[in-house]
């Protein structure tokens, strides 16, 4: 069974910095795109980031690109999520994702969006307030 566990959240200053963790059971995550998402208030599930299978490729929103790194840590089975210089307006639940890829050679990347991935994490609440 796919399992994802999420850690990490929590508040943090303006400018500060967290790190996101999604470590998965029950199955290989190398074998998997992960994607990160982000639910605020009376808002949709956005997507933030996803990271290939095989580690051959991330995607960024623009609103988090140069300040937000997606890595993976095979021996872990874990994905991270590096937060800096984080903004206000970067609150909300943080969710990961994912979907496996097909057999065979080559990483897989697929759409970065909400309806691409079946298998999520519980979700963890990240603060940014001064």
């Known amino acids: 069974q796919v399992q994802l566990v999420q850690s990490g959240g929590g508040l943090v200053q303006p400018g500060g910095s967290l790190r996101l963790s999604c470590a998965a059971s029950?199955?290989?995550?190398?074998?998997?795109?992960i994607g990160w998402f982000r639910q605020a208030p009376g808002k949709e599930r956005e997507e933030v980031s996803c990271?290939?299978?095989?580690?051959?490729?991330?995607y960024y929103v623009d609103s988090v690109k140069g300040r937000f790194t997606s890595t993976r840590d095979n021996a872990k089975n874990t994905v991270y999520l590096q937060m800096n210089s984080l903004k206000p307006e970067d609150t909300a639940v943080y969710y990961c994702?994912?979907?496996?890829?097909?057999?065979?050679?080559?990483?897989?990347?697929?759409?970065?969006?909400?309806?691409?991935?079946?298998?999520w994490g519980q979700g963890t609440q990240v603060t940014v307030s001064s």
């Open positions: 029950g199955f290989n995550l190398d074998d998997y795109a």
């Open positions: 994702a994912a979907r496996r890829g097909p057999a065979g050679p080559g990483y897989y990347m697929p759409l970065c969006v909400v309806s691409s991935f079946g298998s």
């Open positions: 990271i290939s299978s095989k580690e051959g490729s991330t």
